[in-house]
């Protein structure tokens, strides 16, 4: 059992390990544990009962305020006795719903995870829930879709419940069974976007500005731009506007999205993009009012910035 858990984890730990060594410059460093230490102090396994320091101002306010004040309630608020109040208040009645399409699928459980413990073989598939069960309540910051990785091993046991429960039932059970199954399965079917059409897969589509955002900037003339998009008083710090997800170079997307760091540090992006895509149009996007101001050509924008950066040096 260890060898395959061991043989079957390898892929991953080693992509993991090259992957924290391309970000960091150390397998021991995952990009996340250094912008958390940069960032976010005070977020990791364990508790503390000392106070996490204030981090350094980062470059853009809206990771300060995130952190102050989303972030820090939950570190000051870990402490073991806290941690059992969120997992039988919070997760425990809500796990079956966040890792299964329906509530129902739930009563296929017991008998799953009976006849995976019966052979040996098969119970490597429950080390992800033991894993998670021990090691999650160490991390003081609990939100529902953090629970979707278990979702594949949710789904396993309750297939396997399904296959099993009928042979161990007698004859005039398994009638019932089967009707039992009909409904998730429908309520599975329906959940789907193919039936669903207010089905949304992005979890902070729930923010109305990130609706607003994506239709003004649909509204934009044709033709490549960049975006900056402004931070500024009563804008909310959870909603992220700046990302790519549209190409896989972000240098492709027809609209590059840019935090806007004030002209002085704009001029880099200024330069590149001046060389990279000279036909490009810049655009000011001040959060959280909507307001989409043209800046012109990435040329010209460049030549103004090196012309105030002159003037100042002067």
């Not at 033991?130 to 090691?135: D, E, Q, S, T, V």
């Not at 910051?141 to 039932?169: C, E, S």
């Not at 896989?248 to 806007?260: F, K, S």
Request: proline share 10%; with cysteine.
């Amino acid at each position: 059992m260890l060898a395959s858990l061991i043989l079957g984890a390898l892929p991953f730990v080693s992509f993991q390990l090259l992957f924290n060594f391309g970000v960091t410059g150390s397998i021991a460093q995952t990009p996340f544990g250094l912008y958390n230490t940069m960032y976010q102090p005070g977020v990791g396994l364990g508790f503390s009962s000392v106070s996490p320091p204030t981090p350094p101002t980062p470059a853009v306010v809206q990771k300060a305020l995130f952190y102050k004040d989303w972030v820090r309630p939950f570190i000051n608020g870990h402490t073991p006795h806290q941690t059992w109040a969120t997992w039988k208040e919070a997760l425990a009645p809500g796990l079956f719903a966040l890792t299964l399409p329906s509530i129902l699928m739930s009563i296929f459980l017991p008998s799953g995870v009976w006849q995976i413990l019966r052979d040996r073989r098969t119970r490597l598939v429950l080390m992800p829930v033991i894993g998670f069960l021990m090691i999650y309540p160490l991390y003081p910051i609990w939100v529902p879709h953090y629970a979707f990785v278990l979702i594949p091993v949710a789904a396993t046991i309750a297939a396997v419940g399904v296959a099993t429960l009928p042979r161990v039932l007698p004859a005039r059970w398994r009638r019932c069974v089967t009707a039992m199954l009909l409904v998730p399965v429908a309520y599975t079917v329906a959940g789907l976007p193919q039936f669903d059409r207010l089905a949304i897969d992005d979890f902070f589509y729930r923010y109305p500005e990130i609706l607003q955002i994506e239709k003004n900037l649909s509204q934009l003339p044709p033709g490549r731009a960049i975006v900056l998009f402004r931070f500024g008083e009563g804008a909310e710090p959870q909603v992220e506007p700046v990302y790519n997800v549209q190409t896989a170079w972000p240098d492709d997307a027809e609209v590059i999205r840019a935090h806007d760091l004030g002209e002085a540090r704009n001029q880099a992006l200024y330069s590149y993009y001046a060389r990279m895509a000279p036909d490009r149009t810049v655009y000011r996007y001040s959060r959280p009012g909507g307001v989409v101001t043209s800046l012109g050509n990435v040329v010209l924008c460049r030549d103004q910035a090196e012309a105030v950066k002159a003037e100042r040096a002067e």
